[in-house]
Antibody, heavy 117, light 111 residues
Framework: QVQLVQSGAEVKKPGASVKVSCKASGYTFSAYYIHWVRQAPGQGLEWMGWISPKSGDTKYAQKFQGRITMTGDTSISTAYMELNSLRSDDTAVFYC??????????WGQGTLVTVSS | DVVMTQSPLYLPVTPGEPASISCRSSQSLLQRNGYNYLDWYLQKPGQSPQLLIYLGSNRASGVPDRFSGSGSGTDFTLKISRVEAEDVGVYYCMQALQTPLFGPGTKVDIK
């Protein structure tokens, strides 16, 4: 079945970077965009950007421009999201999701990133 | 910039009764191809969001037929014909026409 499996929880200090992975299975990884969505504790969903695994093209939300990098490795069907210069308000669950013509489906299980000194 | 609003933000429901959530976009989500680029997602407690409705009115695979989406342009509605206990969670609409943007979410809970 189509599945996205994300890397485990991370604890980072302010100013550090975090790289979250999203491994796809059950479909042709290069054929679908991968989006990343952030959810701060008790808050709603915030779109961060997308990557085309086939071309490597990316588009980021303006809010994260300059400190976010999305990459993909088609050889292992894995997408990555790296966020730099972490702040305490970056503490959140990060989700990857596959974009289809019929919406974002499926979503990964989420990765909790805690930023704390 | 597009703004997405939802109402109500909190919806207490009674099992077996209908429920309805409204979503509005500040810009039309209707394209020339006739599709409305509006999706609905449900995030059950402790889970990842899951797709319910895509392109305004199409139920995703495996979604019970008690869920329906309607509307066009800037005004959309998600209806649950008869709420079940497993339907609790936060419902988000999302515009997919430009850069994706989620509404603030509507929390549905059992009375």
């Amino acid at each position: 079945q189509v599945q996205l499996v994300q890397s485990g929880a991370e604890v980072k200090k302010p100013g550090a970077s975090v790289k979250v992975s999203c491994k796809a299975s059950g479909y042709t990884f290069s054929a679908y965009y991968i989006h990343w969505v952030r959810q701060a504790p008790g808050q709603g969903l915030e779109w961060m950007g997308w990557i085309s695994p086939k071309s490597g093209d990316t588009k980021y939300a303006q809010k994260f421009q300059g400190r976010i990098t999305m990459t993909g490795d088609t050889s292992i069907s894995t997408a990555y999201m790296e966020l730099n210069s972490l702040r305490s308000d970056d503490t959140a669950v990060f989700y990857c999701a596959r974009e289809t013509l019929a919406g974002f489906d499926p979503w990964g299980q989420g990765t909790l990133v805690t930023v704390s000194s | 910039d597009v703004v997405m609003t939802q109402s109500p933000l909190y919806l207490p429901v009674t099992p077996g009764e209908p429920a309805s959530i409204s979503c509005r976009s500040s810009q039309s989500l209707l394209q020339r191809n006739g599709y409305n680029y509006l999706d609905w997602y449900l995030q059950k407690p402790g889970q990842s969001p899951q797709l319910l409705i895509y392109l305004g009115s199409n139920r995703a695979s495996g979604v019970p037929d008690r869920f329906s989406g309607s509307g066009s342009g800037t005004d959309f509605t998600l209806k649950i014909s008869r709420v079940e206990a497993e339907d609790v969670g936060v419902y988000y609409c999302m515009q997919a026409l430009q850069t994706p943007l989620f509404g603030p979410g509507t929390k549905v809970d059992i009375k």
